[in-house]
């Protein structure tokens, strides 16, 4: 069923555990989410980039994702990184559950101004807002607290950004990136900032660049031709460690990519004369599920149907 953002992520604070939120941009990704969250009777945010908007229209997503959502799942649907309001105000007419509102380009009078009139125009349809402070993007060892605390989410700070823009929850910056490229080394968040943010608010945390750019996928993506040298994505360690923490959402897309990659490219490189995209995508669907799966049980959002 589809439910609001804040209800399924208040269950979530209250239960200790975080639910996936998934880029989808086409049937295949959207099926296989779906299918995950009604297996592991999981609550599932099930998200759209702006991206992802202009990619397949939101007439179709939007009723694709409620075609979805008749599942017997908690199924939020969601607007990651809105960052125009146009496509905010779209989403609300298009039945979404939940708008992300990313100002955090902005200067931080700037997010709160713009964050405020989202939560506004959400509330009147009680559309839960998440909001965004900090960069989020990797932070190398070598650079000073000053910088760090010029890029990484700053714990007074989002005291104060939460308590003017009465936003649902906040996606923090602890070091994490998009993409399949998050570390040079080795994976590290900052589960102390994390730490400090969650004693100065108490509304759901959400992590952004969560994916693990899983070394299954990367190595079968590139058995069959594909070159992705360098990637490096998170420990489960630390994205467990972060929902202990206080992030209630966890945003996936990259690891769904590589999955989608690896399948297409596995079921083509063993079937060449295979031109029929039924075919060819459903392995990459195994994939996605599989993917999706883990992640439900990692971060302890399987079998959390009725909580
Ligand atoms: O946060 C970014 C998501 O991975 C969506 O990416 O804007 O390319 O759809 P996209
Ligand atoms: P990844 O690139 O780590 O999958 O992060 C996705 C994300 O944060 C979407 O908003
Ligand atoms: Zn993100």
């Excluded at 209250?14 to 989410?33: H, K, P, Q």
């Excluded at 010029?150 to 936003?167: E, M, S």
């Excluded at 994490?176 to 730490?195: E, M, N, V």
């Excluded at 100065?200 to 992590?207: D, H, R």
Aim: with cysteine.
């Amino acid at each position: 069923m589809l439910v609001s953002g804040k209800s399924v992520l208040q269950k979530a604070q209250e239960g200790r555990y975080a639910v996936g939120a998934f880029n989808v941009n086409n049937l295949e990704i959207l099926r296989a989410v779906i299918e995950a969250a009604v297996e592991k009777k999981s609550p599932v945010f099930i998200q759209t980039s702006e991206g992802a908007i202009d990619y397949a229209g939101i007439e179709y997503l939007s009723r694709m994702i409620k075609v979805a959502a008749k599942a017997p799942v908690s199924v939020v649907m969601h607007l990651d990184h809105g960052k125009k309001l146009k496509y905010v105000r779209q989403a609300i007419r298009h039945g979404y559950t939940s708008v992300m509102m990313d100002a955090s380009h902005l200067s931080y009078e700037d997010n709160i101004s713009i964050t405020q009139k989202v939560v506004a125009l959400a509330s009147k349809k009680w559309v839960s807002v998440e909001a965004e402070l900090g960069m989020i993007k990797g932070v190398e060892d070598k650079v000073s607290v000053d910088e760090k605390d010029a890029i990484l989410t700053h714990p007074d700070q989002a005291a104060d950004f939460v308590a003017r823009t009465g936003c649902d929850s906040l996606a923090v910056a602890i070091g994490t990136s998009h993409g399949a490229f998050k570390f040079k080394q080795s994976p590290k968040l900052d589960i102390d900032r994390l730490g400090q943010i969650r004693s100065k608010v108490s509304l759901p945390l959400v992590l952004h660049g969560a994916s693990a750019v899983s070394p299954k996928m990367v190595e079968i993506a590139c058995r069959y031709g594909a070159v992705l040298p360098d990637m490096m994505g998170n420990s489960d360690e630390e994205v467990v460690a972060a929902v202990r923490g206080g992030v209630c959402k966890v945003n996936i897309d990259t690891d769904l990519r590589l999955a989608f990659c690896a399948g297409v490219r596995e079921y083509l490189a063993q079937h060449p004369s295979e031109i029929d995209p039924r075919k060819f995508m459903s392995l990459a669907k195994t994939y996605m599920k599989e993917i999706v799966m883990g992640k439900m049980d990692l971060l302890g959002s399987a079998n959390k149907i009725n909580n």
